[in-house]
């Protein structure tokens, strides 16, 4: 694989992630005009030390590194079905289901609070195999994962956007989306990022900057930065989303940048105009789900004046936090 390459600078054009090896070792970061051959045979005795092995060794890791690097892309996962089989309820009665989604299907989970959305999201991030407390099945291109699997697989897999969301690492905006970038080899992880950035700020109440700390974000701006990631970054096939409505940001196109991707999406929601952009509800009560419902075409005629009223209510939301009036005028 070294052979490809002359220099390092090569690699780093064609493989990004290449420079994280050199971090992870604790060896100094290579000249761009370096040869890999020469770098490592020029390593000191100290930094051989350092690291606990020869130069041929530490040269031989690298190009294996190199050689697997490649096979990410290759590796990403991807599903062509997810089925839902029911288990029961809290009252112990069967629940009737067996829903099967595919790549860009969207289904909007509703009812009360406590009613059992959470847990159906559960039961999907965990792949469940009649093992949760509600018994159902969760199956992929109409398989069941087997243990292992599920353990390596469900993190893959399966997104989550949760209700809560805050950043706990010492990076900032641009720093976190390149690193990701470059996880994915993508040929232009800067550009990649600001397209990321650009998408949150189109979500977010409050625009932020790239220089900006995460741990400075505010949770919709969080909410917002994470929903452009999977969207645009996030290899996962599978979106869960917890109540996106209350997130402080645009619902309806953080929807639209999600069902645009591809991906599989389940949005637990108790917004109207969010229920009626998803083809299917899952009507939940007593743990479990009650009703299917296809979204039908006078729902869908409906989205007009739904998001005509909504766009008023944001424009008061939006006039509120900026201090201004709140009267409310109403055409006839």
């Not at 390459?5 to 604790?26: H, K, N, S």
């Not at 989303?241 to 389940?266: C, P, Y």
Request: with cysteine; proline share 6%.
């Amino acid at each position: 694989m070294t052979r490809k390459y002359p220099t390092f600078a090569a690699i780093w054009e064609a493989l990004p992630p290449a420079r994280d090896f050199f971090a992870a070792q604790g060896l100094p970061m290579p000249a761009p005009e370096a040869a890999p051959a020469d770098y490592f045979a020029a390593l000191t005795p100290d930094a051989l030390a350092e690291v606990g092995t020869d130069a041929a060794t530490l040269f031989a890791r690298f190009a294996d590194f190199l050689a697997a690097l490649p096979r990410l892309r290759a590796d990403a996962p991807r599903v062509a079905s997810l089925t839902v089989r029911g288990g029961t309820g809290k009252d112990g009665r069967p629940e009737r289901l067996d829903l099967t989604l595919v790549p860009g299907d969207v289904v909007a989970l509703v009812g009360p609070t406590g009613s059992g959305k959470s847990r159906f999201l559960a039961d999907v991030e965990w792949l469940a195999d009649g093992d949760t407390p509600t018994g159902r099945r969760v199956l992929l291109d109409g398989k069941t994962a087997d243990a292992a699997g599920r353990l390596a697989a469900s993190g893959r897999l399966v997104a989550q956007l949760s209700q809560n969301m805050h950043f706990v690492m010492d990076l900032t905006v641009r720093e976190f989306l390149i690193a990701h970038a470059e996880s994915r080899l993508l040929a232009d992880a800067p550009a990649a990022a600001e397209a990321v950035e650009g998408l949150a700020n189109a979500l977010a109440g409050e625009p932020f900057g790239p220089d900006t700390a995460l741990t400075a974000l505010s949770g919709g701006q969080s909410r917002a930065l994470m929903i452009a990631d999977v969207a645009r970054l996030c290899a996962s096939p599978i979106v869960l989303v917890d109540e996106i409505e209350n997130a402080g940001i645009d619902r309806r196109k953080a929807i639209s940048l999600l069902t645009g991707s591809g991906k599989i999406v389940l949005m637990a929601t108790h917004d109207p105009l969010l229920a009626l952009t998803a083809g299917r509800r899952l009507v939940f009560a007593a743990g479990a789900v009650a009703a299917v419902i296809e979204t039908s075409p006078e729902e869908h005629a409906s989205l007009a004046a739904l998001a005509e009223a909504d766009a008023k209510l944001a424009a008061l939301r939006d006039s509120l936090r900026r201090g201004g009036s709140l009267c409310f005028s109403q055409e006839k």
